[in-house]
C-alpha cells in the first residue's frame, strides 16, 4: 500500500521560511517523479515544484527563486523548502508521486495546510 505522508505546514508571516516534507513509502521511491501541488480556496490547483530521480527539478513561475524541491531516495522523502514567503503562497501543499514511464501510478498525501499572513 503507498502513502505519502506530508508535514511541515504551518503559520508563517510574510518574508519567512517553511520546509514541508513527503516521506513515501509502499513504492520504488527512486521511479517516481515527485511533485508538489497546493491549491488555495476557490482557486484551481497548481503544480509548484517537480524533481525527478536523478534531480532535475521544474518550478512554476510564481515560486522560481524562492522554493527548492530536493529528494532523499535513500530515505524516500522529498521535500520542499520555502523562502520568502507571500500571503498568496497561502494553500494546501499536495505531495505527489508519479510513475515516470507508468503514468497512471500516481498517488498524492493528504495535504498540509501553509498559511501566510501579511
Known amino acids: 500500500q503507498v502513502q505519502l505522508v506530508e508535514s511541515g505546514g504551518g503559520l508563517v508571516q510574510s518574508g519567512g521560511s517553511l520546509r514541508l516534507s513527503c516521506e513515501a513509502s509502499g513504492l520504488v521511491f527512486s521511479s517516481y517523479v515527485m511533485i508538489w501541488h497546493r491549491q488555495a480556496p476557490g482557486k484551481e490547483r497548481e503544480l509548484v515544484a517537480s524533481i525527478f530521480s536523478r534531480g532535475g527539478t521544474k518550478y512554476a513561475d510564481s515560486v522560481q527563486g524562492r522554493f527548492t524541491i530536493s529528494r532523499d531516495n535513500v530515505l524516500n522523502a522529498v521535500y520542499l523548502q520555502m523562502n520568502s514567503l507571500k500571503p498568496e503562497d497561502t494553500a494546501v501543499y499536495y505531495c505527489?508521486?508519479?510513475?515516470?514511464?507508468?503514468?497512471?501510478?500516481?498517488?498524492w498525501g493528504q495535504g498540509t495546510q501553509v498559511t501566510v499572513s501579511s
Open positions: 505527489n508521486a508519479r510513475h515516470f514511464v507508468y503514468t497512471s501510478q500516481d498517488y
